[in-house]
């Protein structure tokens, strides 16, 4: 039979944070287990709140992926690049996956979809969309990008909302700069690829980037749109009863997967998705990467959290537990 030690370690071991953060056996294992729940819970806005008890280099890494809360807030965090947020992703898809919690699994593969079209424009922009850095060029003469109720633009009312917002939330309280990114950054983020990928009546918006980068972003980008319009992102709003009802299996994700997987298999970038890359979701990294044409690997940040509770948990007297 487990003693009260083996069961915290193995709920350490699991990622179960908040079950273990309510069972802590000291201030110092809670305040860990508060850090790591606030990262599998995807809170990016509440990643950089101080944490004593956790190591300096795992609180740097959170940084990395932390959504700047004040237009002017230093460092930029995922502003800078969404790479690292891009891994947490990743790491916390897998996670869900081994629990079998698919519903909060589904919510975070939503998120990955709605930003991956700045994963794209980053090594173009040199930044992740920050709107305090947007090129000049946006705003060039003759784009209508942020222009409202230009009938020329394919930017839906919602994307012209926000685009004309991106402009100038830089300049807005910090309150106006939350609600932005709460509500509309994720639009910005699919007007853009719209701009470059798909738009049927061409301005000037994207004429800062040169013509042969701007046609291989034209495909990563277009592959971005793609796959929030794929069967695994739509499984987010499959339940008939609005969100939390209707969970679907682990069989009908795989199946879900697969179908997105052919659906992407278009062009070189969306072929990425058909790799065996060991990932529970099997080239779901790789696709990534070919979007961001960088890097994208799962994290080790959860794992980092959940090796450190447990070198805590060791060194507890053993009455502690």
């Not at 699991?14 to 305040?31: C, I, Q």
């Not at 997105?260 to 080239?283: C, E, M, Q, T, V």
Request: hydrophobic residues 45%; aromatic residues 6%; charged residues 25%.
């Amino acid at each position: 039979m487990k003693s009260a030690h083996d069961l915290l370690v193995t709920l350490a071991r699991r990622h179960a944070f908040a079950d273990l953060g309510a069972l802590a056996p000291s201030a110092e294992v809670a305040d860990v287990c508060e850090f790591g729940h606030r990262l599998l819970s995807l809170d990016a806005e509440d990643f950089a709140a101080e944490a004593r008890s956790v190591p300096a280099e795992l609180r740097r890494r959170a940084r990395a992926c932390h959504m700047p809360q004040t237009p002017r807030e230093q460092p930029r965090g995922a502003l800078e690049s969404l790479r690292p947020a891009y891994g947490l992703l990743l790491e916390v898809i897998a996670v869900r996956w081994q629990r079998r919690e698919l519903s909060p699994m589904i919510a975070a593969v939503h998120i990955a979809s709605e930003y991956l079209p700045l994963l794209a424009f980053e090594p173009h922009l040199g930044h992740a969309g920050d709107p305090a850095r947007w090129p000049d060029g946006l705003s060039a003469p003759g784009s209508r990008f942020g222009v409202i109720g230009d009938r020329d633009c394919d930017h839906t009312k919602s994307e012209q909302s926000g685009t004309n917002r991106t402009l100038r939330v830089s300049v807005e309280p910090a309150e106006g700069w939350r609600a932005y990114f709460d509500r509309q950054h994720s639009q910005v983020a699919g007007a853009l690829a719209v701009c470059v990928a798909t738009c049927r009546n061409p301005c000037t918006a994207m004429h800062w980037i040169p013509p042969e980068p701007r046609a291989g972003l034209s495909v990563r980008a277009r592959t971005a749109l793609a796959f929030a319009d794929t069967p695994l992102v739509r499984l987010r709003h499959a339940a008939p009863v609005g969100h939390g009802f209707g969970v679907p299996s682990p069989e009908e994700v795989l199946e879900a997967w697969e179908r997105s997987r052919a659906a992407l298999d278009k062009n070189a970038i969306g072929a990425a998705a058909s790799k065996d890359d060991g990932f529970p979701l099997p080239g779901l990294p790789s696709l990534f990467a070919a979007v961001a044409e960088a890097p994208i690997e799962p994290s080790t940040l959860l794992a980092g959290v959940s090796e450190h509770v447990v070198g805590l948990l060791d060194r507890l007297p053993p009455d502690a537990a």
